[in-house]
């Protein structure tokens, strides 16, 4: 006997509802494709991801394009970011007792 959503949501300890079925799960989902060029991947990979996105739109996912999942990330959090990065690597070699100067 499967269990009822009022027995899952509160497995879950949530309110929001839950999807059981795999259509159900389908409609809230959102994906996008890397693109690939053609000369990149063989044919068949382009081939398999044709299929696979078809059989996907078919299922009711909404498939996002590629250039409308890509932000623009201001310059000053560029800057930010990369001296996260530059200062976690040093963290890193203290950690280790090593230093590569």
Do not use: H
């Not at 027995?7 to 996008?32: F, H, S, Y």
């Not at 696979?52 to 310059?75: K, M, Q, S």
């Amino acid at each position: 006997m499967p269990l009822s959503q009022e027995a899952i949501q509160t497995i879950l300890g949530i309110k929001e509802r839950v999807d059981l079925l795999p259509e159900q799960m389908a409609k809230n989902l959102k994906i996008t494709f890397f693109p690939y060029g053609e000369k990149k991947v063989s044919k068949n990979v382009l081939s398999f991801n044709k299929e696979l996105e078809n059989v996907l739109v078919d299922l009711g996912v909404e498939v996002i394009p590629y250039e409308r999942t890509l932000i623009d990330i201001p310059f000053w959090q560029k800057i930010k970011i990369k001296t996260f990065c530059f200062s976690t690597k040093i963290e890193k070699y203290f950690k280790r007792g090593f230093w590569p100067i």
